[in-house]
Nanobody, 123 residues
């Protein structure tokens, strides 16, 4: 069973910063990709950051230049650094890991989600 545990969410003032962490219960060194999504009330879940096995990253225009995704394979952790936060960034943030790789043990292959961490941006 693969588990992802997010942390680092909370209340921050507009213009502030937060760093989210996602700790995996298994090695992520062979993960195809890792990503962060968010979902605000009444909205669909949207991707906000993506990093592949080669370290290539991608961001939607809404967060480009403000959010940075990174991964530490030795710690089985992916991070999301969020700067210059606005109320529009408030949402539940979810970590996503794609372990559908031939280099991952068969029993661990799959697409996994964390339980989410709440980010509130308010003065």
């Amino acid at each position: 069973q693969v588990q992802l545990v997010e942390s680092g969410g909370g209340l921050v003032q507009p213009g502030g910063s937060l760093r989210l962490s996602c700790l995996a219960s298994v090695s992520i060194s062979n993960a195809v990709s890792m990503a962060w999504y968010r979902q605000a009330p009444g909205n669909t879940r949207e991707a906000v950051a993506y990093i592949d096995s080669g370290g290539n990253t991608n961001y939607p225009d809404a967060v480009k230049g403000r959010f940075t995704i990174s991964r530490d394979n030795a710690k089985n952790t992916v991070y999301l650094q969020m700067n210059s936060l606005t109320p529009d960034d408030a949402a539940v943030y979810y970590c996503n890991v794609d372990l559908r790789s031939l280099f991952v043990p068969v029993g661990r292959r799959g697409l996994y989600w964390g339980q989410g961490t709440q980010v509130t941006v308010s003065s």
